[in-house]
């Protein structure tokens, strides 16, 4: 392998992580969706809201750290799929807006539209926001209409856009497709039971406590039957791989399963992941604090193996449906070998920042919020 | 097709100004404040006193009321390069994505990190830990301005790249170059020194009004005391940095001086004009027709942009019609150049189309910037790629009055501030500021004046880079995405109700708790 095929490999690693601790932080939006399902009275909802809200500010940030490094790693996905599934990133980024904003204006007096309204905005967020990401990066497997060609710049005006859209439907046409809604109600319902564990963990109140475990058995059914359905559709479609020394790419059966017995250690990950997750469920089912623990470890060890099985050993991880020739591999999509070694460099401060991280967490978070906590003041949303 | 594109690009444009100017309403206070809140909280740190505690608590939730949608426009404004401008995303991703990358690594997650212990840690956390916490955070959003602006310094200046036609994109060839160029520079230190000015001007109005009523004397008077000082240095410094930003602006960006200037004919000591009234755009054909009346000081636009009061400052006219004697080309000329490079682009894929090597290789010889022939077309042909997509020479000119009128707005505002900071250390420090009433109100006036001169400021930047989403690479016109206008012009209408309808909430909590005081501390 040379220099630039590890470093797309790296950065294909890292961009996969990113998304991976995504998913994990999406728990935020898990609980904003539940809020009024695990609290019931004004103060219960305050010490969700207020749980979650310590955390909201690092679920956006590697949101946006994710597409910062997808551009500079990546950027012909970032043209393609940006400029191409424009509706469903719009919806997205909306969503996303409405969270930032209502953890701190709810219940400042006079913030115009009322506590109420700020909730829905959370609510909103909390369940469109997994949904519609869970959506986007099912098109990753199934692909997507689109048409590539850098030579487009010989034209002019509208022709010379390189990256094109077959379809009036501009991301909407990922709606159409079943696996897609799998991919993204497993990642809503997973947000959802990472948040009843993650609260279970954080707040210290036993009738909240009490609707958590209630909640996460209903939950845990329905996200275990729709997963294991998008795992072994997965297994079972074909994928679409690139000759690495032609760069043709042709379809290939059982692609993502080959992918898995072509890297045991990814299967591995995901294997662990898997098991991981449910052993959280089966802890969260019986009232274990720590399950959180295992749920994140176990999410982040999944999303990170699903989108290695993506990207890795020659996949094309944005198929074209309308031109298999403009499907995008690591190789044919990546910045050049100059930008990729510089972000190389940079990238080695990741785990300082996971560090500071860490140890910011540990200190807020080292005891559990009561209601007490709350009644005495001190800053809350 | 080609009409509903050009509708695309104006929409698309109209609604990246719109999120830009929702963003910057609210970022430069995060910029400024930032510091000034730790600041105050290590005056507490050091002294123990803990009305520096209850100060420190009261600007920081002013800080977080308007933190939250700076964050959320943020978001908007970094998928919008991909959404609705994909094809300059793929022409600079691999230089313009650096940069973005490096703001989410570095700076963004050392400010929500630690946002949440300077919030939360009271009590929680030991005191020097918060007081650090506090400083990570003002760093953190100074640092993400810094590789933001580097960014965009790019698109006004391109530096540190090559074009690799196997790609057909800038690809980096020089970090150091990008990240550190006098553009790149110069835009963070001004940028960031008139976002502590506004922030100053904010916390000096807001005190200035609880003086005027008689309310929390102590706490408006030294928080002006911290603030007023720190303004001033800042806008001194801002002024400075404005004066490199010209001096840099005639070197590289010719036409946008020119256009700030509305400097027609170029000419050897050319004045500066104070004040001036332009006319309609038909009758701007020369320096003797541009105004209904000016005020010039002589000699110091050329002085200011070259530091030689002899200088020959170009002109409109001369950078549109050329000027031998000057070394200027002809627009139309430039024009030439690069219709022959997107014509070489073209036969290079007719080349590749019917899999005839040899062209294809010919061609790919021309852009070999190691070979003599190839850093002669790089230089004579290249550089000049992005005129090829114009029709017409006078799209090389941005809008003449919105740049003349701003550009003094955020001059004559900024000169003002100046004086008013002075104005105030000084009666404040002797304990005669609250004397002086019609001072106070000033003061209070002087907060929507930050802003607006905020704006001003930004937009002689980016309107004065028109017609160029990259400075002579790629226009706007060419750097959209293919995507329906009516798709545009809807998000362009939702972000419209939705900022506006957020900036209603923000100023209403805002205005609210600044009724309320510190007394909740």
């Known amino acids: 392998m040379d220099t630039l095929s590890l470093l797309q490999h790296y950065w294909w690693f890292l961009i996969s992580l990113l998304g991976a601790l995504l998913v994990f932080l999406l728990f935020v939006q898990g609980g904003q969706a539940l809020l009024y399902r695990l609290g019931y009275t004004e103060e219960e909802r305050n010490l969700i809201v207020n749980s979650l809200g310590r955390k909201w500010e690092l679920t956006f940030t590697t949101l946006v750290t994710f597409g910062g490094a997808f551009f500079a790693s990546f950027p012909l996905f970032y043209s393609t799929s940006f400029g191409g599934a424009v509706y469903v990133w719009m919806a997205i980024l909306l969503c996303f807006v409405l969270q930032a904003v209502a953890y701190e204006y709810r219940r400042k007096p006079s913030n115009v539209f009322g506590e109420r309204t700020y909730d829905i905005f959370l609510m909103i967020n909390g369940l469109a926001g997994p949904l519609l990401l869970g959506m986007a990066v099912g098109t990753l497997f199934t692909g997507a209409p689109f048409t590539v060609d850098r030579l487009n710049l010989a034209n002019e005006g509208g022709a010379a856009v390189i990256s094109q859209w077959a379809t009036p439907w501009h991301g909407l046409d990922a709606v159409a497709n079943p696996r897609n809604w799998a991919l993204g109600l497993s990642v809503a319902l997973l947000a959802m039971i990472l948040a009843c564990q993650f609260l279970a963990h954080d707040i210290d109140d036993e009738a909240i406590r009490s609707r958590i475990r209630t909640c996460l058995r209903r939950l845990a059914g329905g996200f275990v039957a729709v997963f294991v359905i998008w795992l072994l559709t997965l297994l079972m479609a074909d994928g679409w791989t690139a000759d690495p020394a032609t760069g043709v790419i042709s379809v290939e059966p059982h692609k993502y399963l080959h992918n898995l017995l072509a890297m045991p250690v990814v299967a591995i990950l995901l294997a662990v992941g898997v098991i991981a997750v449910l052993c959280s469920i089966g802890m969260a089912w019986v009232g274990r604090r720590r399950a959180i623990w295992f749920g994140g470890s176990g999410t982040v060890l999944t999303v990170l193996a699903l989108l290695l099985l993506a990207g890795w050993n020659h996949t094309a991880y944005y198929p074209s449906t309308v031109d298999m020739q403009a499907s995008l591999t690591i190789a044919n999509s990546s910045s050049s070998l100059f930008t990729l070694r510089t972000m190389f460099w940079v990238s080695l401060f990741i785990p300082v920042v996971v560090a500071y991280i860490w140890y910011a967490w540990r200190s807020l978070s080292r005891r559990p919020i009561t209601r007490e906590e709350l009644r005495d003041g001190g800053h809350q949303y | ?521």
Not at chain 2, 2 to 13: G, I
Not at chain 2, 292 to 308: A, E, T, V
Not at chain 2, 416 to 432: K, Q
């Open chain 2, 1 to 521: 097709m080609f009409t509903d594109y050009l509708s695309t690009v104006d929409w698309s444009r109209a609604q990246f100004a719109l999120t830009a100017i929702y963003h910057w309403l609210f970022v430069p206070l995060t910029l400024g404040l930032g510091p000034l809140i730790a600041i105050m909280e290590t005056l507490y740190v050091r002294t123990g006193d803990d009305f520096w505690r209850r100060t420190t608590k009261f600007w920081m939730r002013l800080f977080g009321v308007n933190f939250a949608i700076g964050v959320a426009t943020g978001l908007i404004l970094e998928f919008e390069f991909g959404t609705n401008w994909s094809n300059y995303s793929h022409f600079v991703g691999d230089i313009f994505g650096a940069p973005l990358a490096i703001e989410g690594i570095f700076a963004f997650f050392l400010e929500s990190t630690f946002i949440a212990v300077m919030y939360f840690g009271w009590g929680k956390v030991s005191r020097r830990f918060h007081l650090t916490a506090t400083w990570l955070t003002a760093i953190g959003a100074n640092l993400s301005a810094w590789w933001i602006l580097v960014a965009n310094a790019w698109m006004q200046h391109p530096v540190g790249c090559t074009f690799n036609l196997e790609t057909v994109r800038n690809e980096m060839s020089s970090f150091s170059e990008v990240a550190l160029s006098p553009v790149a520079v110069n835009k963070f230190l001004h940028t960031v020194t008139s976002s502590f000015t506004l922030a100053a001007l904010f916390v000096v109005g807001v005190s200035a009004w609880y003086l005027l009523r008689g309310r929390e004397k102590r706490m408006a008077s030294k928080s002006i005391a911290v603030a007023s000082i720190f303004g001033l240095l800042s806008a001194l410094a801002t002024a400075w940095s404005g004066d490199r930003s010209g001096a840099i602006a005639a070197t590289t960006q010719p036409m946008k001086l020119a256009a700030m200037e509305a400097l027609y004919d170029g000419e050897q000591g050319a004045p500066l004009t104070v004040i001036g009234v332009l006319r309609p755009e038909a009758e701007r054909t020369s320096n003797d027709e541009a105004f209904h009346f000016r005020i010039d000081i002589p000699k110091l636009l050329s002085l200011m942009s070259f530091r030689d009061t002899e200088a020959f400052v170009p002109g409109i006219n001369d950078l549109i019609e050329g000027n031998p004697e000057q070394g200027i080309l002809p627009a139309a000329e430039k024009m030439a150049r690069g219709r022959a490079v997107i014509d070489t682009l073209a036969r290079y894929r007719t080349a590749r189309d019917a899999g005839d090597t040899q062209t294809m290789q010919r061609i790919a010889a021309l852009f070999d910037g190691s070979t003599p022939q190839g850093e002669e077309f790089l230089r004579e042909k290249f550089a000049y790629f992005g005129y090829g997509y114009l029709d017409s020479p006078q799209q090389l000119v941005p809008n003449v009055p919105l740049l003349f009128y701003s550009f003094r707005v955020m001059v004559g505002a900024g000169c003002l501030f100046i004086l008013l900071l002075l104005l105030v250390w000084w009666y404040n420090r002797r304990d005669s500021l609250t004397a002086k009433r019609w001072l106070l109100h000033a003061c209070v006036w002087c907060i929507p004046l930050a802003y607006l001169a905020s704006q001003a400021g930004w937009i002689v930047a980016e309107v004065g880079r028109q017609p160029w989403a990259i400075r002579d690479l790629m226009p706007v016109s060419i750097a959209a995405s293919k995507i329906p206008s009516g798709s545009v012009t809807t998000t362009f209408i939702l972000f419209l109700v939705l900022f506006t309808a957020l900036l209603i909430a923000e100023l209403s909590i805002l205005l609210r708790q600044i009724k309320i005081g510190p007394k909740n501390e």
